[in-house]
């Protein structure tokens, strides 16, 4: 199993999303930023490093939001997943990834890996979609 920090970057009742290229696990998705724990790290830690490193924000705060476990067949993956509503910096892909603001409510569940649809609908009937 693959611990993985998420971070659903929320602002204006819209959030941040990044694009995984083709040949990337779960491919030509889009995705929310994150990445895999590296050792030692707590899921905050991962979390603050990989928003940093793919793009660009310096995290104030993120609230857990949920931990979702999924079974891809080729890759068993637990995602730690963090709403941040306080960041320094714009997004932007900076490893030349896509990225883009979306409106909640217009999230598509079909076009994320499975393991996000939980965290979309938990998203659209939240507060932070309203
Ligand atoms: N970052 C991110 N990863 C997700 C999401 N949903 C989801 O199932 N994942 C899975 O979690 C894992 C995250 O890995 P990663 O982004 O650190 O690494 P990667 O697949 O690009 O591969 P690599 O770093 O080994 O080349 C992938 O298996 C990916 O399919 C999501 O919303 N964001």
């Known amino acids: 199993m693959i611990s993985v920090a998420v971070g659903v970057i929320v602002s204006n009742k819209q959030v941040y999303l990044t694009y995984r290229n083709a040949t990337q696990h779960q491919g030509d998705k889009w995705e929310f930023p994150g990445g895999k724990f590296e050792l030692g790290e707590t ?16 995290v104030k705060q993120a609230q857990p939001l949920t931990q979702i476990t999924h079974d891809y067949g080729d890759k068993s993956v637990l995602l730690d997943v963090y709403i941040v509503d306080e960041f320094e910096n714009e997004p932007k892909g900076k490893e030349g990834q896509h990225g883009k ?10 076009a994320f890996p499975k393991a996000n649809i939980e965290i979309i609908k938990m998203l659209q009937s939240s507060s932070y979609s309203a």
């Not at 991962?46 to 928003?51: D, S, T, V």
């Not at 409510?105 to 079909?110: A, E, F, R, V």
């Open 43 to 58: 899921g905050k830690d991962a979390l603050k490093r990989e928003l940093f490193e793919e793009v660009g924000i310096i």
């Open 101 to 110: 603001w979306l409106d909640i409510k217009k999230l598509d569940p079909l």
